[in-house]
């Protein structure tokens, strides 16, 4: 129901911040995976909940959070998804172990040309 309600969740007063849960979709949908095999990347249903949760949160203001990445021993594909979601315009990162941090850190820490061209 969460997807279904993201843009009323999103336009709720107080909401400064949402975040998508993948593992709990994908628990409710009943699906095998939320992976491709081959790619990594997210099943098509998956990716609909993730850019829709991104595209709801901007509409109203309110801060985009991505999923977290699950697989805490694969620090090269969390910081390739870690980007893509600074691309996409996420605002943050789900994290689900300390080790996790620095990568997603290092993302979203601007660096100093981007810090000069914004000023």
Not at 15 to 29: I, M, N, P, R, T
Request: aromatic share 6%; with cysteine.
């Amino acid at each position: 129901m969460g997807v279904l309600n993201i843009k009323d969740i999103c336009g709720a007063p107080r909401v400064a911040a949402v975040a998508w849960g993948c593992e709990d979709l994908s628990e409710q949908l009943g699906s095998l995976t939320n992976r491709h095999a081959s790619t990594n990347e997210y099943l098509d249903v998956f990716k609909h909940a993730r850019i829709t949760t991104l595209m709801a949160a901007k509409a109203h203001g309110v801060m985009a959070i991505d999923g977290a990445y699950t697989n805490i021993s694969d620090t090269d594909g969390l910081a390739k998804e870690t980007k893509e979601a600074l691309a996409m315009g996420f605002d943050g990162k789900l994290s689900l172990a300390p080790k996790q941090i620095n990568v997603i850190h290092d993302s979203f820490v601007p660096t100093l040309q981007e810090i000069e061209s914004a000023r």
